[in-house]
């Protein structure tokens, strides 16, 4: 068997730091315009792009990601089962909370920053229908083509009076290499992050007790039988049922 000099390569980034999230993952500044080139995921069923699903609206964890997507047992994805089926308007606003959203993610060189390498953009939704439909666009195609692709021009803007930022990209108009240097093209190809050595899942357990210390926050503190008041992402204040545990969560949807 011989030597892979890519894993080679991939181990040493490991060992360096290089490889890690603070490191690798880009994203583009407000009120700036920048220039990238997408590069597209090997080995990926032909998709240029990846996609992860996390659950962002429990405790103060910034997003959970969910094992079901890997067919691996989900205490999450149990807990909302259990809340659509009991049918209530109050376990289906619960549940609602806890449904995982999508991000994608693709590996991009940044203009003007070559010198940092392939990093990771992720993106949500809007922005992934939108490269999606350049790919589609008979003038642009296979954006992420290392001869003869397009880079694509990345702006973020906040309006006034908004929560979020929107993030808008087109295409410039005419095609480029990656790079005039053939050799560094073929080195960027080869040093594309292993998106699975930047997130892992947390076992059964972790995420049982994650999601029991949620549903029993603040119980300890209160004063009366007023219900918890819920707090999602963007923070509209719906209130929830708090339950002890998954269990009593479970047991008491089964005595309904």
């Given at each position: 068997?011989?030597?892979?000099?890519?894993?080679?390569?991939?181990?040493?980034?490991?060992?360096?730091?290089?490889?890690?999230?603070?490191?690798?993952?880009?994203?583009?500044?407000?009120?700036?315009?920048?220039?990238?080139?997408?590069?597209?995921?090997?080995?990926?069923?032909?998709?240029?792009?990846?996609?992860?699903?996390?659950?962002?609206?429990?405790?103060?964890?910034?997003?959970?990601?969910?094992?079901?997507?890997?067919?691996?047992?989900?205490?999450?994805?149990?807990?909302?089962?259990?809340?659509?089926?009991?049918?209530?308007?109050?376990?289906?606003?619960?549940?609602?909370?806890?449904?995982?959203?999508?991000?994608?993610?693709?590996?991009?060189?940044?203009?003007?920053?070559?010198?940092?390498?392939?990093?990771?953009?992720?993106?949500?939704?809007?922005?992934?229908?939108?490269?999606?439909?350049?790919?589609?666009?008979?003038?642009?195609g296979d954006i992420t083509d290392p001869e003869e692709g397009f880079d694509i021009k990345v702006t973020c803007t906040k309006a006034p009076g908004r929560q979020w930022a929107?993030?808008?990209?087109?295409?410039?108009?005419?095609?480029?290499?990656?790079?005039?240097?053939s050799a560094k093209s073929k080195q960027w190809l080869n040093e594309i992050p292993d998106i699975s050595e930047l997130y892992s899942c947390k076992s059964y357990d972790e995420?049982?007790?994650?999601?029991?210390?949620?549903?029993?926050?603040?119980?300890?503190?209160?004063?009366?039988?007023?219900?918890?008041?819920?707090?999602?992402?963007?923070?509209?204040?719906?209130?929830?049922?708090?339950?002890?545990?998954?269990?009593?969560?479970?047991?008491?949807?089964?005595?309904?």
């Open positions: 068997m011989g030597i892979d000099i890519n894993a080679i390569r991939k181990k040493l980034a490991q060992i360096s730091g290089k490889n890690n999230r603070t490191n690798v993952m880009w994203r583009p500044q407000e009120g700036e315009e920048t220039t990238i080139r997408i590069l597209a995921f090997p080995n990926n069923d032909g998709q240029p792009f990846k996609e992860l699903y996390f659950y962002y609206n429990i405790g103060n964890n910034p997003g959970l990601l969910a094992p079901y997507q890997y067919q691996k047992p989900d205490p999450i994805q149990e807990l909302i089962s259990k809340l659509r089926e009991d049918g209530s308007k109050e376990s289906y606003e619960m549940a609602k909370k806890l449904y995982p959203k999508m991000r994608c993610y693709a590996p991009v060189i940044v203009r003007g920053e070559e010198d940092k390498g392939v990093r990771i953009w992720a993106f949500g939704k809007t922005v992934y229908q939108s490269l999606l439909n350049i790919m589609l666009d008979e003038d642009y929107t993030t808008e990209v087109r295409p410039r108009p005419r095609p480029t290499a990656l790079s005039k240097n995420l049982s007790k994650i999601v029991n210390d949620w549903l029993n926050d603040g119980d300890e503190d209160a004063v009366d039988d007023t219900p918890s008041t819920g707090t999602s992402r963007g923070g509209d204040g719906t209130t929830s049922k708090s339950y002890k545990s998954l269990n009593d969560a479970f047991s008491e949807l089964e005595d309904l």
